[in-house]
Every structure is written in structure tokens, then in C-alpha cells.
């Protein structure tokens, strides 16, 4: 069964796999756990890179923020979960895994002339990404995040379990650099291809990533190790 869905979203994506290793390991309790090289062709000029960046430049997110941690931790601990936000709740978490990926938003942007760079966020959640995200730039971000906009039931989980869900992983979040004055067709475009976005800050000069305008530091651990520690000694 794992194979096959293997085959159908390689085929999906018209992806070629042409080598692969099987083992089992000891202590292993997931049914699969993996990891791949994945390599791409295309044209030089059409690479989005980061030193096209230029102050000004928007920073859109696609995603949800912190689905990932929330989608393990109900996986891991469903009862304990649905005493936060009811099982109903849950189940939704629980039926979200097709958006553990960013590669739909990614192939979407990727043929939009006004997007200069992305980067997908994963472990760390999206202030580790908005740091690599600068690092690779050369560039500051200034993000204006108000967090009484999350009303989503990942957020609600993260929120009631560690310190910050934006630096809980966030595997599925793609984090896109529009130019000056262009982000809102961007937008649109992504919205017209069924992408949920939203700007969250732009690009300046200087170093550092600022956020509500308080300089962030990248994340020492991932907020979902602190959620995993707590519920399981609960």
C-alpha cells in the first residue's frame, strides 16, 4: 500500500524514481519513515533566487501555521488533545495530512513572474524560516503577524500547549517574496488556484528579522518537543 501511494503522487507530480533502499530498523514504530533527494531540471533565467530580493519585496505565507506539530501530537495523543479543542476538532486535524506539503504552492508560484524567491518552512516553524529566509538574502524582514487573527484549531492546539506556535513546525507553509507593488496580484493569482495567503511583512535593509517590530531570534528547539514533553508527562 505504501509503495503504491508512492507511485501515484510520484506519477502525480510526473516524478521519475530511480533508486530507492527498504529496511526495518529496530524500534521503528511508525509504519514508514523515510527520507529523499528529490533533483529538478529547468532554465537558468527562470530560477527564483534569493539575491533578486530588493527592499520592499512582500513576504507572503501560504499554509497554516503550526499544522504539522498539530497533526502529530493529535496523532500521538488524541485523547489528550480532544480535552482542548473536542474531538470534532480533532478529527479535522486528523484529516488535514494532504496539506502537509508545500510543493502545490510552490509549482503554482514558480510560474508567476512576479515572485522572486520562496522557501518552504519546516522544523522550527516560521520565524526559523523567516531567519533562513534572511541569511539566504542578505536582507532584514520586517512581519507584521497580528496573532489574534489565528483563529484556526492548529494554532488553538500550539497555542494552548507551548510558548509559540510560530516556531512549531510547520511542514506545508511556503514562504514567498513578491516584488514592490506586486504582491497583491500575487495574491490573487495563488487565491485563483485554491491557495490559502496572507502578507505577513517585506523585505529591508540591514540584518535581523523583526516581528511586530521586536527583534526575533531564530528558535533554539521546535515548539512541538516542548508540546511532546509536557503531554507526556501529563
Not at 69 to 81: D, G, T
Not at 97 to 112: I, P, V
Not at 138 to 154: F, K, L, R, S
Not at 223 to 233: A, F, S, T, Y
Amino acid at each position: 500500500l505504501m509503495s503504491e501511494t508512492i507511485g501515484n503522487e510520484a506519477a502525480r507530480y510526473n516524478i521519475a524514481i530511480i533508486a530507492g533502499h527498504t529496511g526495518v530498523y529496530p524500534g521503528a514504530c511508525l509504519p514508514y519513515a523515510g527520507a529523499a533527494t528529490c533533483l529538478g531540471i529547468g532554465k537558468k533565467e527562470k530560477m527564483k533566487m534569493p539575491e533578486h530580493t530588493s527592499p520592499g519585496d512582500a513576504v507572503i505565507a501560504t499554509g497554516t501555521c503550526a499544522l504539522e506539530a498539530a497533526f502529530i501530537v493529535s496523532n500521538l495523543y488524541r485523547e489528550k488533545i480532544e480535552e482542548i479543542v473536542g474531538r470534532s476538532s480533532v478529527q479535522k486535524i486528523l484529516k488535514s495530512g494532504r496539506k502537509l506539503t508545500a510543493l502545490d504552492a510552490a509549482l503554482c508560484a514558480s510560474k508567476l513572474d512576479d515572485v522572486v524567491c520562496m522557501h518552504d518552512v519546516g522544523e522550527r516553524g516560521i520565524i526559523q524560516a523567516l531567519h533562513e529566509l534572511s541569511n539566504a538574502t542578505g536582507m532584514g524582514i520586517d512581519v507584521q503577524w497580528d496573532m489574534e487573527d489565528e483563529q484556526n484549531i492548529a494554532w488553538e492546539i500550539c497555542n494552548a500547549l507551548c510558548s509559540n506556535p510560530m516556531n512549531c513546525s510547520s511542514t506545508g507553509v511556503l514562504l514567498i517574496v513578491a516584488k514592490r507593488n506586486k504582491e497583491e496580484r500575487v495574491m490573487s493569482q495563488m487565491k485563483r488556484n485554491g491557495m490559502e495567503c496572507m502578507i505577513i511583512g517585506h523585505m529591508r535593509r540591514g540584518k535581523g528579522v523583526y516581528i511586530n517590530k521586536r527583534r526575533s531570534s531564530p528558535p533554539e528547539k521546535d515548539g512541538m518537543l516542548e508540546i511532546i514533553k509536557r503531554l507526556g508527562r501529563v
